[in-house]
């Protein structure tokens, strides 16, 4: 198995773009999440999807984010307009159900917003 | 909410010796404990987890012990070395299993 891929690896946008990351979980997979990792906040939980369906948004920061799972092997992470506060690494991970089984990262997209 | 509390920060010992980091968690309901080690430019990597009916388990040179009365794990590693080098991850999972809270991360340097 390939693990969990994302993409890009790297993104610099200007302040004002739209910028979308993209994750392909493991095949099997039911339970995708979305994480950001910074210095100053750690690894903190955006938004969790189990069978497709969006479960837990409240980690997601404002409206300018937003995630979509239109299927199982297809998860965006979408953010309009970015701001240079967004800057960090993104990450997807995958479960086989839920957040009680082994999260399977991927390697993350660095996301530089100047 | 869950909050996961990891000490220490960083953490410098010589290859051979062992190394122990502890977490501590608020949620008494939480009943999944994994730890996560990450390397440098990737993503965080599942190394051992312990769930809330045993109190410790054992992997080869990693060992992690949890305290449910206290609300506190540890992981243990044995014999170090230079590639265990990394940022180690506690993390807490909560009763409904739909949020992995973690800890602020230890980074571990093994010094040959």
């Known amino acids: 198995d390939a693990g969990v891929i994302q993409s890009p690896r790297h993104e610099v946008t200007e302040m004002g773009q739209e910028v979308t990351l993209r994750c392909k979980p493991i095949?099997?997979?039911?339970?995708l999440f979305w994480y950001r990792q910074t210095m100053m906040r750690g690894l903190e939980l955006l938004i969790y999807?189990?069978?497709?369906?969006?479960?837990?948004d409240s980690g997601m920061p404002e409206d300018r984010f937003s995630a979509k799972m239109p299927n199982a092997s297809f998860s965006t992470l979408k953010i309009q307009p970015s701001e240079p506060r967004d800057s960090a690494v993104y990450f997807c991970?995958?479960?086989?159900?839920?957040?009680?089984?082994?999260?399977?990262f991927g390697n993350g997209t660095r996301l530089t917003v100047t | 909410g869950e909050n996961v509390e990891q000490h220490p920060s960083t953490l410098s010992v010589q290859e051979g010796d062992s190394a122990v980091i502890k977490c501590t968690y608020s949620?008494?309901?939480?009943?999944?404990f994994p730890w996560y080690k990450q390397e440098l430019g990737k993503g965080p990597q599942l190394i051992i987890d312990?769930?809330?009916?045993?109190g410790e388990k054992k992997d080869q040179r990693i060992a992690v012990t949890l305290n449910k009365t206290a609300k506190h794990f540890s992981l243990h590693i044995t014999e170090t070395q230079p590639e265990d080098s990394a940022v180690y991850f506690c993390?807490?999972?909560?009763?409904?299993?739909?949020?992995?809270?973690f800890g602020g991360g230890t980074r571990l340097m093994v010094k040959p």
């Open positions: 991970a995958s479960s086989l159900q839920g957040a009680s089984r082994p999260l399977h």
């Open positions: 095949s099997g997979h039911n339970s």
């Open positions: 999807f189990n069978n497709n369906v969006p479960i837990d």
């Open positions: 949620d008494s309901a939480s009943n999944y």
């Open positions: 312990i769930r809330s009916n045993v």
């Open positions: 993390a807490a999972s909560n009763n409904a299993g739909n949020m992995l809270t």
